[in-house]
């Protein structure tokens, strides 16, 4: 989402991003859909109370994120914390509670996020395509049959950079290991391959394939499919 632009204390955007976020404002004012502009308004609201509370230090560790959601995400943990601490201060409320369950939350859809791109920065259809050098189309209808592994991000899909090779071919093995995993959630599958499993004696079911040991892997995976758990 957005332009991604380095913004870190050392980049030449640092000073100057009024111009990008006064474009915002036009396509959102300009747009006739009047959920987007309620909607950008309160975030607005929200986002610009959380940066307040930020210090100095805060705002930069924010602006050393690699892409916009990450600073994002950055923003809306520390706020959350933030949260925290004043919720101790006054327990009757309940405001350290629910603070915490959200923080839970947030590091959960971050550290799925680092996940995604664990072994290299996570592809977009068009970019899988270009890869495997067949249309978008092919792309999404591999996915919708278990050929390839894509979660959804948004209103998008992204897919694992691991899953591919460097001579543009899928991973020798992960078409079956897919199929034998069955319906599972997408994480789900996405987190078998990138986590130990003591079906594998503690090594993944990544690593298992790039050894060719497939077999291993299709046992383990039949095993998830049907227990949901390793």
């Known amino acids: 989402m957005g332009s991604n632009l380095d913004y870190s204390p050392d980049s030449l955007n640092y000073h ?9 404002f036009r396509r959102t004012l300009g747009s006739t859909k009047g959920p987007r502009v309620a909607i950008m308004t309160r975030a607005l609201r929200a986002f610009d109370e959380m940066v307040s509370s930020m210090n100095a230090r805060a705002m930069e ?15 809306l943990m520390k706020y959350t914390a933030r949260d925290i601490r004043l919720g101790k201060k006054e327990p009757q409320n309940g405001r350290e509670k629910k603070a915490e369950e959200t923080l839970a939350l947030l590091r959960g859809v971050k550290s799925a996020r680092k996940m995604l791109n664990e072994k290299g920065k996570a592809l977009a259809t068009s970019e899988a395509a270009e890869l495997l050098q067949v249309s978008r189309q092919a792309v999404n209808k591999a ?19 691991w899953q591919f090779t460097g001579t543009g071919n899928v991973l020798p093995g992960l078409v079956e290991v897919l199929q034998a995993l069955g319906d599972i959630d997408p994480w789900m599958k996405l987190r078998f391959f990138l986590r130990g499993n003591k079906r594998l004696k503690g090594a993944t079911a990544l690593d298992y394939l790039l050894k060719g040991r497939k077999q291993e892997v299709l046992d383990a995976a039949r095993l998830e499919a049907g227990h949901g758990a390793f």
């Open 16 to 24: 100057a991003p009024q111009q990008e976020l006064l474009d915002i």
């Open 61 to 75: 560790q924010a602006l050393d994120e690699r892409s916009d959601m990450a600073t994002v995400m950055h923003v």
């Open 143 to 161: 996915r919708n049959k278990g050929h390839l592994l894509g979660v959804r991000i948004g209103n998008r899909f992204l897919f694992p950079a």
